[in-house]
Structures are given as C-alpha cells and as structure tokens.
C-alpha cells in the first residue's frame, strides 16, 4: 500500500520535494525578499520541476485551491505545527488541520511532526497511528517528519538516535519520513536500512554554504534515500532555480 500511495510524489522512485512551513515554524525573518509571497513558492516548485510541495493550511486555501497548482503539482498538507516565540526544551507540536479537511484542499498526502525523546512523546506517537490509518482508508500518504527534540536529547543528530528514529517511522507505518542528516553517508546508509520499505528524505534544514549543502544531499542519494525534502536552502539562495537545478540533477540523474 506505501508505495502506491507516496507514488504521487515520485519520479523515477526520487522525491525533490518543496518545503514552506517556515512562516509558521521559525518567522518570517526565514522568509527573504521575495519567498515571503507564497504564490512565488508555488511557481518556483511548478518551474523547479519539485514533485511536491509540502504547506499549512492557510496556504493551500488561499493559494493552491484556488488555482490551477493542484493539476501541476502535489501537495503534502502539513497537520501539526508550532511557533518559534517560546521554544521549549520538550516541544509539542500540535494538530491544527484534520486529515479530512487536507483531503479536501486536495492534499495527496499529509504531514506530522513527532518529536522523539520528549516527555509528551507518547501523545504525538498516538495521533500519528490514528492519522496514518485515516489517511489510508482517504487513499492518502502519510508522511512523518520524525526529529530527535527533548530534555533527554544530548544531540539530535546523533547516528543512533537518528537510526532509532527511522525504524519508528517504519514500525508506525509511515510511509516516507523525513530525517536529518547524521553527519556520514555510512550513517545515513544505518537509517535507510533500519527504515525498510518506508521511503527516507533529507530535511533540508538551515540554509549553508552551497557545496557543504550539495555534497550533503550527494551523501545521502548515494546512500540510499528517496530524495530531499528542502527549504531554506533553496528559497534563501540567490538564485533559487539554479540551485534547484543543482540539486536536480543530483538526486535524478544519480
């Protein structure tokens, strides 16, 4: 059932997906010059050739609905999200959208943060399974963003918690998940293994220097993964389509 569903989001079995929830999860301080108007996001997934884009809510009421991107491009409806005004040690991330209501913006797929090692780690483990089967039975992906965040987290990049996060993914029945990097391509290798038939993507994460951020998502293609899942690092660059096009060709014609 996984790889029917996450099929939407695939070419040639890669994902290069368009990430835009930093509004809401960081500030518009995330948001420089012109990726602060969403409708110029959209056209920079539909003319970067992304395979998805993943957004909140308000957003795809307001800008994908009602337009034609629903026939160019597909969407990944992030349900859950939180502010960046008072960070937390433990953070929860809490549900703002059903996966019905995703369903009826269009969404192909849906998208939950779970936040791993943290003492309410246990209520975002519960309503994922409850989100994963309601997706299946809407013929939707579910999707896991599964991120090591909590009191008890030394360091969220940690290989080991990072591959322990994978298999969590897997065993919930996610079916793609989007991960850090671990810092190795060995590393990187552990969590696509230990995460099975559940697809992995990169979480594109702050913006860095260019090569640093390429060589990067060489690492993981080579490793195994399905793709990126990237933000920042393409919105924030100078000249946002020829960095897609560099990522592109890294992830497609590997």
């Not at 999860?25 to 884009?53: C, H, M, R």
């Not at 990187?188 to 979480?203: D, E, H, P, W």
Request: net charge positive.
């Amino acid at each position: 059932m996984d790889n029917k569903l996450i099929q939407p989001f695939l070419k040639n079995n890669k994902a290069m997906l368009l990430a835009y929830d930093h509004g809401f999860e960081i500030g518009p301080e995330a948001l420089l010059d012109k990726s602060i108007d969403p409708e110029y996001i959209l056209n920079l997934a539909v003319k970067g050739g992304y395979t998805g884009i993943i957004l909140q809510k308000g957003i795809a009421e307001k800008y994908y609905t009602k337009t034609d991107y629903q026939r160019k491009i597909p969407l990944i409806l992030k349900i859950n999200g939180k502010t960046n005004i008072f960070p937390k040690k433990d953070p929860f991330s809490p549900l703002n959208c059903s996966v019905e209501y995703a369903k009826e913006l269009g969404a192909k797929a849906v998208g939950y943060t779970i936040y791993l090692g943290n003492n309410q780690e246990e209520k975002m483990l519960a309503e994922f399974g409850q989100i994963q089967e309601r997706a299946h039975q809407l013929n939707m992906a579910a999707i896991a963003w599964t991120y090591l965040r909590g009191a008890v987290v030394e360091d969220e990049y940690d290989p080991k918690l990072i591959a322990y996060a994978a298999r969590v993914g897997l065993e919930l029945g996610a079916d793609m998940i989007k991960i850090k990097y671990p810092g190795a391509e060995e590393a990187f290798r552990k969590v696509v293994q230990v995460a099975g038939k559940t697809k992995v993507v990169l979480s594109g994460g702050p913006k860095i220097e260019d090569n640093k951020f390429l060589e990067t998502v060489e690492s993981v293609i080579r490793a195994g993964a399905t793709g990126v899942a990237v933000g920042r690092n393409v919105f924030q660059h100078e000249d946002p389509l020829l960095m897609t096009e560099k990522v592109k060709k890294i992830i497609f014609n590997s």
